[in-house]
């Protein structure tokens, strides 16, 4: 198949987009075969990159899908057909400048262009094009070199494969892809793509238990975190995690801090108490932000990463936080030293990692984003040694091999309807039960051969949420089909009879396999589940939460 190169460079200081395998500045190795292309670049003096990417016609069929992996944790990731729109960030000048912010960091807008035409849609990492039960996946293999995305024009048969080399200056030998090509079914590609990663030992566990935040959010405090711990006694057979969310800390950044008003007896002493119920104990820390009224960044403003002169705001969440660079050798060691008290000192078992997109927003060093971002996770998997890592608000690719567990979905919402925002596209990462339900559902086939999926949290309390009855059974059945993490928020101790009853069966994760999953219309879904050999359906409208077929 004709391969067409289009490479943007500066070499000299003198920007040069060429389409050559070959001239007076570098040379391309390729392998092209059946099942595996590669591409490395061989400098032959000092080159700074722009762009890099091919491009070739596929013919699409007219019921093909195309599958676009969302660029992180919270990123919508589902299946396509040639007439979807994929959006990007919302650019409309009347939206608050702060929240285009916000969204166009957590997203992949800095990364790819989205055309918002229809058929005109992009992957990251892999993807897939699905025709039935036939299967036909593109991976990649060299992401610790660069992210690498995959875009598609449907109706005009274009398929181009691109490193987001931006900022990267090569002067060695650089490999730009490594792709492999499998076709079969569903799990027959991904079983052999998958297999390819070194993954830890632990993606094919599981954790179920408790984390705090979806209830109190940062209000929490020694008395409600005992309550609730006590209050999974009448389930503890099905618990085997107990993990505090953010809000322990007085400021984000200053995580060693004390906090006397709302933890007196400190961190160490709830680990004890958690273990104590036979439980692991889980924390939550967002390693490289620090709350623009942190300690740390007011002490040490040499220690956060700079974009056009000033410290990169890294999410507006907090009131805005700023990004510790992991390559300053002082920063870097004040991040060991956390995780050393964290998990040495204080004992916890295992941390739940976010925000962690916001180390690699800007290209910078001689490395492009992807690059950071890689050496980011390692540095981290590194800290946390043999400890539990799950990752949250990470892009996906440089969390394979690393996190024993991953947020494979945004946050879910208290109202099961949503805000304003689920209703006028602000980006794709914007929290959402029903982004959430469809994330699990897509990116099912991470768990248990990347790293045990976190689909975010369930609910089953009456208070302080808006949810039916209906939409809480639906996105705890979601959460226990396609997760291997199953969390819920709430104080069970105020559960009553059928509720307690409720969340024993859904700790309990179900040894049901998901035979298939596709959209019937933009909101309604059906599942096709295999129960110890007997297919089973298991439809539902996403939209309105309500269950049709199934329970």
């Known amino acids: 198949m004709s391969k067409k190169y289009v490479i943007s460079y500066k070499c000299n200081g003198v920007s040069i987009v060429s389409n050559d395998i070959e001239n007076d500045h570098y040379s391309l ?19 700074e990159m722009v762009d890099f990417y091919v491009e070739f016609p596929y013919e699409f069929k007219a019921d093909d899908l195309f599958f676009g992996a969302g660029y992180q944790s919270w990123t919508y990731t589902k299946e396509y057909n040639r007439n979807d729109v994929m959006k990007g960030t919302i650019k409309l000048s009347h939206i608050h400048p702060f ?13 790819v262009e989205y055309s918002e035409k229809p058929g005109e849609l992009h992957s990251h990492g892999y993807t897939y094009i699905r025709n039935g039960e036939k299967m036909k996946l593109w991976g990649s293999l060299s992401e610790k070199t660069g992210y690498t995305y995959f875009k598609v024009k449907m109706n005009e048969n274009y ?3 691109h490193k987001d080399a931006l900022g990267k200056y090569v002067n060695e030998p650089w490999q730009v892809f490594d792709i492999v090509y499998f076709e079969g079914t569903y799990d027959e590609v991904f079983d052999k793509y998958f297999e390819l990663f070194d993954m830890p030992a632990t993606r094919t566990g599981a954790m179920s238990g408790y984390t705090s935040w979806y209830n109190y959010f940062q209000k929490i405090d020694e008395s409600i ?17 107990f993990q505090i969310d953010d809000g322990y800390e007085p400021f984000v950044g200053d995580w060693l801090d004390p906090c006397p008003e709302k933890f007196p007896h400190g961190m160490k002493y709830i680990a004890d108490k958690v273990h104590a119920k036979g439980y692991k104990a889980g924390i939550w820390i967002a390693p490289f932000s620090c709350q623009r009224v942190s300690r740390v960044a007011k002490e040490h403003p040499d220690w956060l990463i700079k974009e056009n ?9 907090w009131g805005g936080a700023y990004t510790l660079d992991f390559y300053n050798e002082e920063a870097r060691a004040y991040i060991k030293k956390v995780f050393d008290v964290v998990l040495n000192e204080w004992g916890y078992d295992m941390v739940k990692l976010d925000f962690l997109y916001s180390e690699c927003v800007i290209p910078r060093n001689g490395k492009c984003r992807g690059e ?21 608000g990470v892009p996906m690719s440089a969390a394979i091999g690393v996190c024993d567990a991953c947020r494979i979905s945004c946050d879910v919402d208290l109202t099961y309807k949503g805000k ?12 959402s039960a029903q982004s959430a339900i469809n994330n699990s559902i897509f990116r099912r086939h991470l768990n248990g051969r990347v790293f045990m999926n976190d689909p975010d949290v369930f609910f089953l309390r009456n208070d302080n949420l808006k949810f039916t009855l209906e939409q809480k ?5 979601i959460n226990n089909l396609c997760g291997n993490v199953l969390f819920v928020s709430d104080n069970a101790g105020a559960y009553d009879a059928e509720q307690m009853a409720m969340l024993k069966k859904y700790l309990k994760k179900t040894d049901e396999k998901i035979v298939s999953a596709e959209r019937l219309n933009p909101d309604v879904i059906k599942i096709v589940i295999d129960e110890n050999g007997t297919k089973k359906d298991f439809v539902f409208n996403i939209k309105l939460g309500r269950i049709m077929i199934g329970e």
């Open 473 to 477: 059974k639906l996105l705890a059945r």
């Open 372 to 392: 950071i971002m890689y050496e980011a996770m390692q540095f981290l998997r590194e800290c946390v040694g043999d400890k539990l890592l799950l990752g949250c």
């Open 99 to 111: 929240l285009r912010h916000y969204a166009s960091i957590t997203s992949d807008d800095r990364i």
């Open 309 to 317: 002169g000033k410290p990169q705001l890294g999410c507006i969440a």
């Open 29 to 47: 190795e390729i392998v092209d075969t059946a099942e595996k292309y590669a591409v490395k670049l061989n400098p032959k003096c000092d080159i």
């Open 159 to 161: 398929f181009s494969i």
């Open 225 to 241: 975190i005992l309550r609730d711990l006590n209050g999974l006694d009448p389930v503890k057979d099905e618990v085997s995690i």
């Open 420 to 431: 304003i925002y689920n209703h006028i596209h602000v980006s794709n990462e914007m929290l």
